[in-house]
Structures are given as structure tokens and as C-alpha cells.
């Protein structure tokens, strides 16, 4: 479900579903995709589980072995909430959009009700809920409202009638529980937190949560059921007693907010800079694996065995690896292995006949190159006598043609370091490429190749823009968003940057680049892309030069804007142990 809107990552579009007609359950939609671009993903099973309640909610697909080690806590707490109020979570209640947003639900019974609202715009969104027979309550005294997502946190006791405003941040999920009765959950006052583990005869495991440099007092309302209480691995007896504590999060304070708009585009003249470097830090930034590859490199191999194990039994599957999707098939000694699109299955989107880029990873001095084809036609001759050639650069500014004898192995010869290379053509069957150094073959664990892309002697912009800012605060995880609002076309426009000078690509594009399939295709889309570039602390203060080119000379009339945006969200944490009391 690719996006249809700009916005802060890829699953806006999933937080956009709908309701079944009149709330029916005896449906199902197939529940949340754990394969590809898994960030904010909480946000969209919160929505499948609670909100559309399905009968096979919560319901997951995929390969949920693809998370961070991190995040199995959080997906195990959102099944255990669902499973502790399911027999309430069969009636629905819609709730007015214009106080509570779109397809904003309440479930639940006459005392207890969980209430799910989204946001779906740029912009904190506000909402209003009448603690009365609007959301299903009935009149049986004081009401007790607790967020349990995006983070969980006790928002206080409150009259029937009452009304409680609520934020949502933007393209998110939220999750409450209102209720009359007592709520049978770990409960600390004065600050968010997030449940790790609330097993039966297991100590509780939460974590503390607050901005950076930051303090709270923190008590514990039901401190009377645990015989003894850990904070930050020491045991407090303060809050055992039932008193409060106060607590401060390490690091420096953030005076700015998380996301916010940060500059503004200006259209700049076509000759007044050469906007192919700007492409090429980009693609080559970028890649064209299979989506569950790149969801791989974003969470990293699982520490856990269980997990390591899935993971490994995916991936090294003869029907993945015989695909050719992945690029490191390049690089792994074998040449039962490649990197090819291919023709039997989902073909993926080829951007103008493609190109095959390889990248070293830093500046190499090598005597040559070899590639080892499965055909003759994988890098066809097209000079006399059998030749072709190869573009080599060490800066993506500078770039030297060297000709090269094709056939079935070919070697380049390399008379000074290189970084970068880019072959003209698309290639169909490529099976190795290694590298020679005095006769040795040298180390490729940081080599990657792409090659859907286009050559840009195969494009022609039409228009540029620019902005230009400088960031005196960078919070940890934070990225840059380039918003395309419009209608741009189908790969109509790119993204580059320059920070301090020095070239940076956008490695992830909402929807997704292109990507050589393994499951299903890349959704295509001729409207509202969103580029992603990550930020590093050594950013602070350097003067950063975004430019947007657009190549579709009809469809010229979009607007870029650039904010700035964290996730996971920067908080800081301190654990907390809460041990049971023997009953």
C-alpha cells in the first residue's frame, strides 16, 4: 500500500485505511506487513487491532523476524493488550470526525472503552472526546484515561461529561483506555513510560521515558502490590513506599521541536549548476535489492536465536537466493549466485533502460576490476572488436571513460584509485565482480551495486529548486524529509544535497525505489514523492543545500518543502523493575 499523500514515512497510506461498512468484523484485510519499510509500523497494528477489529485482529503477515531486537517488546505488548480486552473489543462506536478526526473509533462496553484516533497531515492535530454516552460510557462515576500508544501514560481522573482534549502528533496512531473501573495495568505517575514485560509471576518491566536533560517526579499508584522496586538497576524504597521520586534523564536539552519545517524552495536557473552529481549522490546512495533486503539492513541480524534463525532460513532459501535480488550475490565467491532483474516473475520498474553502478565504498587503488557474466549479452560489445566501456570517478563530479574487452569474464584496468564506476547499459546476467590488488583479490565487504536506475545522459532536467539552511540543533535520529506536493510523474524527480560542500544522497524515497522483486512489486506513483536523508550531529552549523530536479517537462507544477523529523522518537529511558508480591 504505497502513499498517495507526502509525509513523514512510508505507511501514511496504511494509517489512511478505512473502516469495513458499518464496523463489521466477519472481515478481514490481511492484517500488517512486516517486510518492508517497517518504520512506524506500531502505528499501523494499533490501527488493524483496535480500530478496524477485525475477527483475526491482530493479524500480521510477512516477516516480522525482520524487526530490531528492540521492538519485540512493543509487538508483544500490543498483542497482550489486545488479548486482555478482546471480548470488549467486539463493539464498535464511530465517533465524529469533526472533534476526533477520520475513522476515529471507540470500543468496548458501558465501563471500559479503547478509542483509537490517527493524524494524517504535517501538523499536530487536536481532538475532542466527550467522556459520556458519545464515546459508550455510562454514568458510573469518576473516569480514569490512560494513553497506551504511541507511549502510555496516566492523563489523569475526570468527572462523567467531562471533555478531554487529546494531541496527535502528526501521521501517527494513537490508543486510549477510558474507564470507570480500575485499570489492572502498571501504573506510574508523572511521566510516559513503555512496558517491556507484564507477565504472570514475572517481575514487571517498564521503562521511564522523557526528553533529553529533563526531570519528573515519578510515584507509583499501586505500590502496595510489589515487594520490592528497581530503578536504574537500584532498589528505591522511596518508591516502593509510595512516594515520589524524582528523576532526570541524562544528555543536553532540545530547544526545538522534533518536527518542524526548516526552509523554503526557490526555483534556481538550469545552467547554473550541473545537477548530475546531485542524481548520483542519490542513486548511488540508494539501491534496488528487494525490500526485504533493505528491511535486513535497517534492523540488522538478530541477536536473539529464534529471530537469527528465521532470518537466516529467508534468506539463504534457494528460491531468494536463485532470484537474484540482492546485491551482495555480487560480492559472496560464488558464481552460482547474481544480481539480475528478472523476466520469469514480478518485473521491477527499469528507470530508462537502467545502469549497473558499483560503488567500493571509499576510494580504492586497484590494478583491475573483473566481472564474471552468465551470458554473453550481460555487458554486450558495442565498440569494433569486440570492446565496451566503463565510467570511473572518485568524487561523482569527475568521471573517465576506460574501454575494457567484453566476453564472459572481463577485466578493467584501473591506472589510479576509483571509488565509483557506472556502465552505461542494463545488465541482464552478472554473476561476480572482484577486485585485484598485486596480484591479490581484495576485500569487498563494503562494495554495493544498483541497477534499475537510469544514466543520466538518458535524462534531461527541466526544472531546479533550492533551499538552503543550517541546523543548529540536530536531535539523534533525525532525518530530512523532502516533500513533493504535486504531480511530478513517475521517477519525474529527484533529490540531492550538499552539506558543508560535500555531496549526500537521499537513500530512501516514499513510495520506494525501485527494487529488484522478490514478493511484490514496488507501487509505482506519478505524484507527491517524499525523500529521506539522514542526518549525522556533525551536521550542526554546516550550511546544507537541498535541490529538488524535476525532469518531466509536462508536469512541473509541484512544491517542494523540507522539514525535519526523528524517529524512533529521541527519548531518553531509565528502567524500571517492579517485583510481585507473593500471593
Known amino acids: 500500500m504505497n502513499n498517495w499523500m507526502t509525509a513523514l514515512h512510508h505507511r501514511a497510506a496504511a494509517l489512511s485505511r478505512g473502516l469495513p461498512p458499518d464496523l463489521e468484523r466477519l472481515t478481514e484485510d490481511h492484517g500488517v506487513c512486516l517486510s518492508s519499510c517497517l518504520d512506524y509500523w506500531e502505528d499501523d497494528l494499533v490501527l488493524q487491532a483496535f480500530n478496524r477489529g477485525l475477527i483475526l485482529a491482530p493479524q500480521l503477515y510477512g516477516n516480522p523476524w525482520l524487526l530490531r531486537d528492540d521492538e ?25 470526525e469533526e472533534t476526533c478526526g477520520p475513522n476515529a473509533v471507540s470500543r468496548g462496553d458501558g465501563s471500559t472503552r479503547l478509542i483509537t484516533l490517527r493524524n494524517l497531515t504535517w501538523k499536530p492535530a487536536d ?5 459520556d454516552e458519545q464515546i459508550g460510557l455510562e454514568n458510573n462515576g469518576r473516569i480514569e484515561v490512560r494513553r497506551l500508544h504511541p507511549t502510555e501514560e496516566i492523563l ?48 514487571v518491566e517498564l521503562n521511564i521515558l522523557g526528553w533529553p536533560g529533563g ?34 534523564f541524562p544528555g543536553r536539552p532540545l530547544t526545538e521541536k522534533i518536527l518542524r519545517n526548516v526552509a523554503d524552495f526557490n526555483e534556481v536557473p538550469l545552467d547554473s549548476l550541473d545537477w548530475r552529481p546531485l542524481y548520483e549522490a542519490t542513486v548511488f546512495s540508494a539501491d534496488n535489492n528487494a525490500l526485504e533486503v533493505r528491511s535486513l539492513e535497517r534492523s540488522g541480524w538478530s541477536s536473539i536465536p529464534q529471530v537469527r534463525a528465521a532470518q537466516e532460513a529467508f534468506f539463504s532459501q534457494p528460491v531468494f537466493v536463485q532470484r537474484g535480488v540482492w546485491d551482495k550475490n555480487l560480492f559472496d565467491g560464488s558464481l552460482e549466485t547474481g544480481f539480475w532483474p528478472s523476466k520469469k516473475y514480478n518485473r521491477p520498474v527499469v528507470i530508462e533502460g537502467g545502469c549497473l553502478r558499483l560503488d567500493l565504498g571509499k576510494i580504492t587503488d586497484l590494478d583491475k576490476i573483473v566481472i564474471k557474466v ?14 565496451n566501456h566503463v565510467e570511473v570517478s572518485d568524487d561523482l563530479i569527475h568521471w573517465r571513460t576506460i574501454t575494457y ?13 576509483v571509488r565509483y564506476l557506472r556502465f552505461k547499459y542494463f545488465p541482464s546476467r552478472i554473476l561476480e565482480i572482484e577486485g585485484y590488488k598485486d596480484g591479490r583479490m581484495v576485500d569487498r565487504g563494503t562494495w554495493r551495486a544498483s541497477n534499475l536506475f537510469a544514466h543520466p545522459d538518458r535524462l534531461q532536467a527541466a526544472k531546479i529548486w533550492r533551499a538552503q539552511l543550517q541546523l543548529q540543533e540536530i536531535a539523534p535520529h533525525s532525518y530530512l524529509c523532502i516533500a513533493l506536493n504535486g504531480e511530478h510523474g513517475e521517477e519525474g524527480a529527484y533529490v540531492g544535497a550538499k552539506i558543508d560542500g560535500i555531496l549526500r544522497g537521499a537513500p530512501d524515497r516514499a513510495v520506494s525505489y525501485p527494487s529488484n522483486t ?18 549525522r550531529s556533525e551536521d550542526i552549523g554546516k550550511l546544507i543545500e537541498l535541490y529538488v530536479i524535476g525532469f ?16 524512533p522518537v529521541p527519548y531518553k529511558s531509565i528502567p524500571l523493575l517492579l517485583d510481585r508480591k507473593s500471593k
Open 72 to 96: 519485540f517488546p512493543l509487538l508483544a505488548r500490543i498483542f497482550t493488550l489486545h488479548r486482555k480486552y478482546r471480548d470488549i473489543l467486539v463493539q464498535g462506536l464511530l465517533l465524529p
Open 127 to 131: 481532538y475532542s472526546l466527550d467522556l
Open 156 to 203: 489523569g481522573r475526570f468527572d462523567y461529561g467531562s471533555r478531554l482534549t487529546m494531541t496527535v502528533e502528526p501521521f501517527r496512531s494513537c490508543l486510549l483506555i477510558v474507564s470507570s473501573r480500575t485499570i489492572d495495568e502498571p501504573t506510574v505517575r508523572g511521566a510516559p513510560f513503555q512496558v517491556t514485560r507484564n507477565m504472570a509471576g514475572k517481575p
Open 215 to 248: 526531570s519528573v517526579d515519578i510515584s507509583l499508584a499501586d505500590a502496595s502490590q510489589y515487594s520490592r522496586v528497581l530503578l536504574d538497576g537500584k532498589e528505591d524504597t522511596i518508591l516502593s513506599g509510595g512516594g515520589t521520586r524524582k528523576v532526570t
Open 374 to 387: 552468465g551470458d554473453t549479452f550481460s555487458l554486450h560489445p558495442l565498440l569494433k572488436e569486440e570492446g
Open 405 to 417: 574487452l567484453a566476453g564472459l569474464v572481463m577485466e578493467i584496468p584501473l591506472s589510479r584509485p
Open 518 to 535: 522478490w514478493e511484490y512489486l514496488v507501487g509505482g506513483s506519478d505524484k507527491n514523492y517524499t525523500y529521506y536523508i539522514p542526518l
Open 552 to 567: 518531466n517537462e509536462e508536469k512541473l507544477d509541484f512544491r517542494p518543502e523540507a522539514y525535519i523529523n526523528a524517529y
